[in-house]
Nanobody, 126 residues
Framework: EVQLVESGGGLVQAGGSLRLSCAASGVTFDDYYIGWFRQAPGKEREGVSCISSSDGSTYYADSVQGRFTISSDHAKNTVYLQMNSLKPEDTAVYYC???????????????????WGQGTLVTVSS
């Protein structure tokens, strides 16, 4: 059973930084993508970023490109999301997720798995 445990959320002022962590266990797929979605109040869940387990290639949503950086530590089975230059519109619950398709992080309709962490709240004050 795949388990994803997020940490690192909190309250930060606009322009500040936070680093989210996702500790993964039980992932047995040979090739997969692991990354982050977020859901703001009253809005649909959207993909933010992901990283490939096979070649380390990354994807970023346009809204976070240049501000967020995803990385992975294979020895610790942990994925990180470094979030810089945070904006109030980045406020959301951030969910770690695993999928077999990078397209899933672009459009939820392409999700092939339903594997989510419990979420961690990020609040950016103006």
């Amino acid at each position: 059973e795949v388990q994803l445990v997020e940490s690192g959320g909190g309250l930060v002022q606009a322009g500040g930084s936070l680093r989210l962590s996702c500790a993964a266990s039980g992932v047995t797929f040979d090739d997969y993508y692991i990354g982050w979605f977020r859901q703001a109040p009253g809005k649909e869940r959207e993909g933010v970023s992901c990283i490939s387990s096979s070649d380390g290639s990354t994807y970023y949503a346009d809204s976070v490109q240049g501000r967020f950086t995803i990385s992975s530590d294979h020895a610790k089975n942990t994925v990180y999301l470094q979030m810089n230059s945070l904006k109030p519109e980045d406020t959301a619950v951030y969910y770690c997720a695993v999928d077999l398709r990078v397209a899933a992080f672009v459009d939820l309709r392409y999700r092939s798995l339903e594997v989510w962490g419990q979420g961690t709240l990020v609040t950016v004050s103006s």
